[in-house]
Nanobody, 123 residues
Framework: VQLQASGGGLVQAGGSLRLSCAASGRAFSSYVMGWFRQAPGKEREFVAT????????DYADSVKGRFTISRDNAKNTLYLQMNRLKPEDTGVYYC?????????????????WGQGTQVTVSS
């Protein structure tokens, strides 16, 4: 299984971006998926997670109300809609596949990671 993240770019504060993560392989709908990000000089942190069915989602407090995680299981694709972006949202965004059936904010609960896509928000 491979994950390919895309959609990053340079945007002004207050703008929007939509990230995508294309997954190869089978049974995409069986897996929890998540988005994480790493800002320059900081550790990678949790952003959002979604259950296999898409019914259950969870977000970091810093992005609640601004970001929306979703998935299209027919297309084997995960999304992250990012609105009202702030300079502190700048970083490399990674998608990841969960090991277990429950959503999680813990990085150790994810076993396959995409290569990351850069998001830069200018003030």
């Amino acid at each position: 299984v491979q994950l390919q993240a895309s959609g990053g770019g340079l945007v002004q504060a207050g703008g929007s971006l939509r990230l995508s993560c294309a997954a190869s392989g089978r049974a995409f709908s069986s897996y929890v998926m998540g988005w994480f990000r790493q800002a320059p000089g900081k550790e990678r942190e949790f952003v959002a997670t979604i259950s296999g069915s898409g019914v259950t989602t969870d977000y970091a407090d810093s992005v609640k109300g601004r970001f929306t995680i979703s998935r299209d299981n027919a297309k084997n694709t995960l999304y992250l809609q990012m609105n009202r972006l702030k300079p502190e949202d700048t970083g490399v965004y990674y998608c990841a596949r969960g090991r277990y059936f429950s959503t999680s904010f813990r990085q150790r609960d994810y076993d396959i990671w995409g290569q990351g896509t850069q998001v830069t928000v200018s003030s």
